[in-house]
């Protein structure tokens, strides 16, 4: 493709023909290792990795000499030597290149997939065997005989076998339905939560490999500090190999999109060789405590940054007979180290978009904001731990889930329902894999988010009957049935011609309640769903979640202490995606013994108390004020200790003193 030449060529072939010699054997070599591996007891992903990474350095040391000796004949420019050698050395340093990435990555990804659907192929009923088979003859004859070309009767016979299976695959899990028949009807439910993480923003499993892999070197003492001679023998190699890259791009080639594409190459290759270098200024700057490295360091980064590519582009000018493609060029490449270098200062100055003012704030917070939306260059990944470890169980009855705002609740919520994926740990709902079962289970869930949406022009018998068609309740006796029954269930049957937009807010949580009832779940999961009630509706909406948990898991979420004190037989406290607390509210009270106290502060030694986060409530009394507080120790020489409430031992486990 680079040089032009045709694929049909003679010599091309021979080159292809014997590249796939040298390629096949480095990936049946690691397949092998990888098998001998797995039968020492490795897991399959790390007996691949484990395989790959012992490979690299022989299928690295067999490209490079390959690719080494090929270039004399791929660049020679005798007559003789451009229509017989070039072909051939340019097909087997090309293939070479591009194969040696396919050997290390693509084919362990093949090979897993592989395995993994031969295994699935041999789990299908008997009856889906055959029609595979039949629909795999006829596509066979269909070919032989209508397709006239050998290239694209080879292409059409690769595609049948990739798509019968496939979309074999597709419409099985497309119409996996909810299937509620796995848990018995009268069997009791219980959820059990192990080691649960949940980290957003995370790096990709590629890219978590590999820093796991520089960490292993780096405790094991294999990481360069670039301070002696010897840290610097990489260079020996890769400078060379820069000065020829320079020459065959600006000197050798004569096409002007691969001019472009091996300078970008250069460009970072540039940096790759800056790295060492830049680290040697570092360490000598740290010792000595001087900063004139430092400065030295990040002078020549920026100009290496901003002077490189307008040396190339000077080159494209001299080298392109198109002025305005260099134009275009130059500013699409500035344009692109702007948003970076802008992203670079965002999000190592920790700078808060939002906060930003003085000339042209408004401008300047709109260019950062889009800065950051930008992928690879201006997006920035910063993984958060939102579960830390979470392990719980969860039975019968309402369970109510405290925590202040941000502290883990709605994630671990959502993973329980299947929303989103945990990044480790387990859920079990009665013994059944949350993540292997998920379609299977979702029958039994009914998840009501903190903010949902209804059509507030419908009547409520009009929304849970559109609602319960969407759910598959197809008979008109059946839904009806099931209407009725939700709607007695959250007690607003008797307005159930009333539209929703006339409803009050608590009444619109019931509608809410009602919606998720339809498919009958055992387990309800609602998050935060008295936040914005008046105390009349919270207390109504308190008692219905009790009624509806006893037959049933109800997941209760709040930060309302009140809510959870008269209405949960279970609790837990989660703090920064930490369990700080898992058992009943009786027990979790009775950590607060010992740390509740009480005394009476005048005016002025109340403006003085200097550990005002302590007092949980203050009361005035005439010219003196009553205060309660929660401390480790003593806060006052007259404070006595009074009985905990729940409130109090919330706040000592928040506070870690509990």
Request: some cysteine; hydrophobic content about 45%; glycine content about 8%.
């Amino acid at each position: 493709i680079v040089t032009g030449n045709s694929i049909l060529n003679a010599n091309t072939l021979m080159g292809f023909i014997i590249l796939l010699g040298v390629v096949v054997n480095n990936g049946i070599i690691l397949i092998d290792y990888t098998n001998i591996l797995r039968k020492r007891g490795y897991r399959k992903s790390r007996a691949l990795m484990e395989a790959g990474l012992s490979r690299v350095r022989p299928i690295l040391i067999t490209t490079i000499t390959t690719i080494v000796a090929m270039f004399p004949l791929a660049l020679g420019q005798a007559e003789y030597v451009g229509a017989i050698g070039a072909p051939f050395a340019i097909t087997v340093i090309g293939g070479l290149s591009v194969s040696t990435l396919l050997t290390l990555v693509f084919i362990p990804t093949l090979y897993a997939g592989l395995e993994n659907t031969i295994a699935w192929m041999r789990s299908l009923n008997w009856k889906i065997k055959l029609i595979h088979l039949i629909l795999f003859l006829l596509s066979v004859l269909y070919i032989y005989y209508r397709v006239d070309s050998f290239i694209w009767q080879l292409l059409t016979f690769l595609l049948v076998i990739l798509l019968i299976p496939g979309l074999t695959w597709f419409i099985q899990s497309s119409l996996r339905m909810a299937r509620t028949h796995l848990v018995g009807d009268n069997d009791a439910i219980h959820i059990q939560v192990h080691k649960l993480v949940k980290i957003y923003e995370r790096d990709t499993r590629f890219v978590r490999e590999w820093k796991s892999g520089l960490k292993i070197r780096e405790r094991a003492g294999l990481t360069r500090t670039y301070t002696h001679r010897r840290d610097f023998n990489d260079l020996i190699w890769q400078l060379p190999l820069f000065g020829f890259m320079v020459w065959f791009t600006f000197f050798h080639l004569k096409s002007s999109f691969w001019m472009l594409v091996l300078a970008v190459m250069l460009y970072f290759f540039l940096f790759l060789l800056w790295k060492p270098l830049k680290a040697l200024l570092t360490n000598h700057s740290a010792p000595t405590g001087k900063g004139k490295f430092l400065k030295a360091a990040s002078l020549i980064t920026n100009l290496l940054m901003w002077a490189v590519p307008l040396a190339f582009l000077f080159v494209f000018f001299k080298k392109w007979d198109n002025t305005g493609m260099v134009v275009l060029t130059g500013v699409l490449a500035y344009l692109l180290l702007a948003v970076y270098a802008s992203s670079e200062y965002v999000y190592k100055k920790g700078v808060n978009i939002d906060r930003i003012s003085g000339r042209f704030g408004n401008l300047r917070r709109s260019y950062f904001r889009l800065v950051r939306e930008i992928p690879v260059i201006g997006k920035r990944k910063k993984p958060f731990k939102a579960l830390n470890g979470v392990t719980l169980q969860i039975r019968t009855g309402m369970f109510g889930l405290l925590g202040p705002n941000g502290a883990g609740k709605s994630t671990m919520m959502r993973i329980i329902c299947g929303i989103l994926e945990q990044s480790y740990g387990k859920i079990y709902i009665n013994g059944l894999d949350t993540q292997q079962y998920r379609e299977e289970l979702q029958g039994l869930i009914g998840y009501l988010p903190q903010e949902f949406g209804t059509y507030e022009n419908m009547t409520a018998w009009e929304f849970l009957d559109y609602q319960a068609i969407l759910k598959g309740i197809a008979d008109v006796g059946v839904r009806e049935a099931r209407l009725e029954y939700v709607l007695k269930a959250v007690h607003m049957y008797d307005r159930r011609n009333e539209t929703i937009g006339s409803y009050s807010g608590g009444m619109k949580q019931r509608i809410g309640i009602a919606h998720i009832l339809l498919n009958l779940p055992r387990i309800l999961v609602v998050d935060e769903p008295t936040a914005g009630l008046d105390p009349r509706e919270r207390i109504r909406f308190r008692n219905l979640l009790v009624e509806l948990s006893r037959e049933r898991i109800v997941i209760f979420s709040t930060h309302i202490i009140e809510d959870i004190s008269s209405s949960c037989n279970q609790v837990a406290v989660i703090n920064r995606g930490k369990l700080k607390y898992a058992g009943t509210p009786t027990d979790m009270v009775s950590l607060g013994e010992g740390f509740v106290w009480q005394f009476t502060l005048t005016t002025s030694e109340f403006e003085k108390f200097q550990n005002k986060q302590m007092i949980t409530n203050h009361l005035r009394e005439g010219e003196l004020i009553k205060v309660r507080a929660v401390a480790g120790e003593k806060p006052v020489a007259d404070a006595v200790n009074v009985k905990p409430h729940l409130e109090d031992a919330y706040l000592c486990l928040l506070r870690d003193i509990a």
